[in-house]
């Protein structure tokens, strides 16, 4: 009588899962840019002053792989006393506009690996960097690798710079009372694979 031995087998099991990541946003002193309190005569008659510029350190820390995009939106819309598509807002001295500032993102990562960033009005191209403007009127911003390809990770950080300027004092009207400052960004985070 012939005995065959039966050859071992192994089972071989692929597990994962496909589910939106959870992201907690982090920006430093708790998304608050303080530039500080200024006396009047600081204004030029004629022309935009800039005032020094703060930076604190944005993290998204997410729980599953994922591209990382944004979007801006100026909730002080439309009280930039200079125009432009990366110009927000510092709101009203009554009627008169104070000033605009800048947001730049700059040194940036992912999962503790150097990055690059970009913005673009067209999902379809960009061109990354080490720097970018954060832009309003439908501009994306994100982390990217090389010069084309969304970054995939789970630890997303950066530098937020922001650059504020008052305008010229005749636009910005009587400083004989205090004038707050009230920038106010939203930043819409979208995420996908």
């Not at 022309?47 to 604190?56: G, M």
């Not at 010229?168 to 920038?183: I, K, N, Q």
């Amino acid at each position: 009588m012939t005995v065959h031995a039966k050859a071992p087998t192994s089972e071989l099991k692929v597990i994962g899962s496909i589910a939106t990541p959870q992201c907690n946003v982090m920006v430093g002193n708790g998304g608050v840019f303080d530039i500080g309190a200024y006396a009047p005569d600081i204004l030029s008659p004629t022309r935009d002053v800039a005032l020094s510029p703060v930076t604190q350190r944005l993290q998204v820390a997410c729980d599953a792989m994922t591209h990382l995009t944004f979007r801006a939106v100026d909730n002080e819309a439309g009280s930039e006393s200079t125009a432009g598509d990366n110009h927000f807002g510092l709101s009203y001295n009554g009627s008169n506009k104070i000033g605009y500032y800048t947001l730049d993102l700059t040194h940036p990562t992912v999962d503790g690996k150097t990055s690059v960033v970009f913005s673009t009005d067209n999902p379809l191209f960009f061109s990354a960097g080490v720097f970018s403007y954060v832009y309003k009127s439908g501009y994306t911003m994100g982390w990217a690798v090389g010069m084309d390809k969304l970054a995939t990770g789970k630890d997303f950080q950066a530098d937020l710079t922001v650059r504020p300027s008052l305008a010229p004092a005749p636009v910005v009207g009587d400083v004989t009372h205090t004038v707050p400052l009230r920038g106010s960004i939203t930043l819409d985070f979208h995420f996908a694979i």
